[in-house]
């Protein structure tokens, strides 16, 4: 099975809000990408999320699994 972490980046100088996506393989694999925060989606982090998943999983969509424990994100699985 494969978890989706997400993550809330707060906005800096230069850069506007983000989210992470990631999938931890092993110490030395990280899958990530990180994209825009987009303020009129539904659920940006399901969008990043879904952004992974079609870049290493092409075809596949994310279910909400739960939210992260520190309550900056959101952990999403690859549906069948």
């Given at each position: 099975?494969?978890?989706?972490?997400?993550?809330?980046?707060?906005?800096?100088?230069?850069?506007?809000?983000?989210?992470?996506?990631?999938v931890?393989?092993?110490?030395?694999?990280?899958?990530?990408?990180?994209?825009?925060?987009?303020?009129?989606?539904?659920?940006?982090?399901?969008?990043?999320?879904?952004?992974?998943?079609?870049?290493?999983?092409?075809?596949?969509?994310?279910?909400?699994?739960?939210?992260?424990?520190?309550?900056?994100?959101?952990?999403?699985?690859?549906?069948?």
């Amino acid at each position: 099975m494969i978890a989706i972490h997400t993550k809330y980046l707060s906005p800096t100088n230069t850069r506007g809000a983000r989210v992470k996506a990631s999938v931890y393989r092993s110490r030395d694999v990280t899958f990530s990408v990180t994209v825009g925060y987009d303020h009129a989606a539904d659920d940006p982090f399901e969008l990043a999320a879904q952004a992974l998943a079609e870049k290493h999983w092409p075809g596949k969509n994310v279910r909400y699994v739960g939210a992260t424990l520190d309550g900056n994100g959101n952990v999403f699985t690859l549906e069948g």
